[in-house]
């Protein structure tokens, strides 16, 4: 499986982005997929997940209410929308598959190469 995010940038505190990770490989749409994050000096962490067909969401609860994950397995593609943002939320994000829901780094499959979101206050 190999995981290309896009999609971050730079936006102002209160702004919005869309990341994107297209995804190849054998069985991916079976695939759970997420995202998690690492900030500068800090260890990196869990931000979203979704079950293989989309229908089953989770979140880190400092992003709950403001972050929004979605997948399009005919694009073999998974989304994360995130609204509201603020300067913590400033890391480079990383976009995952594994068979199975994981919120543990050291359990992961799959990882993309990372796009860095900065969040200006």
């Known amino acids: 499986v190999q995981l290309q995010a896009s999609g971050g940038g730079l936006v102002q505190a209160g702004g919005s982005l869309r990341l994107s990770c297209a995804a190849s490989g054998r069985r991916v749409s079976r695939y759970a997929m997420g995202w998690f994050r690492q900030a500068p000096g800090k260890e990196r962490e869990f931000v979203a997940a979704?079950?293989?067909?989309?229908?089953?969401?989770y979140y880190a609860d400092d992003v709950k209410g403001r972050f929004t994950i979605s997948r399009d397995n005919a694009k073999a593609t998974v989304y994360l929308q995130m609204d509201s943002l603020k300067s913590e939320d400033t890391a480079v994000y990383y976009c995952?598959?594994?068979?199975?829901?994981?919120?543990?780094?050291?359990?992961?499959?799959?990882w993309g190469q990372g796009t860095q979101v900065t969040v200006s206050s």
């Open positions: 979704t079950n293989w067909n989309g229908d089953s969401t």
């Open positions: 995952t598959a594994d068979p199975q829901i994981r919120y543990e780094e050291e359990d992961i499959d799959y």
